[in-house]
Nanobody, 123 residues
Framework: QVNLVESGGGSVQAGGSLTLSCVQS????????MGWFRQAPGKEREAVAS???????MYADSVKGRFSVSRDNAKNTLYLQMNNLKPEDTAMYYC?????????????????WGQGTQATVSS
């Protein structure tokens, strides 16, 4: 059983920063590719970032240069550092885990999902 719990969301002004965390309970966090996704009201879920088991990362074009994904395998924790936030970053942010080591921005490749944490950016 793999459970994912996100935290760290909140409300900030444009230009501000937030750091999201995702703790995985269960086994073999270090062997999993992990991802962050988001969904704004009335919009489809979209990929934000992904990181493979060796720490190599990839990003959606909309967040490149502003967001950074990382992982701490000793703590079974995934992070998303979000800088220079914009109102269009307002969304529910979800952590996801897959049964493979590689990173991918394709949501259908993830088997496990958290409940989400809300990030709201005001102008």
């Amino acid at each position: 059983q793999v459970n994912l719990v996100e935290s760290g969301g909140g409300s900030v002004q444009a230009g501000g920063s937030l750091t999201l965390s995702c703790v995985q309970s269960g086994y073999t966090f270090r062997d999993r590719g992990m991802g962050w996704f988001r969904q704004a009201p009335g919009k489809e879920r979209e990929a934000v970032a992904s990181i493979d088991s060796d720490g190599r990362s990839m990003y959606a074009d909309s967040v490149k240069g502003r967001f950074s994904v990382s992982r701490d395998n000793a703590k079974n924790t995934l992070y998303l550092q979000m800088n220079n936030l914009k109102p269009e970053d307002t969304a529910m942010y979800y952590c996801a885990a897959r049964d493979f080591r590689g990173a991918t921005l394709a949501s259908w490749n993830y088997e496990y999902w958290g409940q989400g944490t809300q990030a709201t950016v005001s102008s």
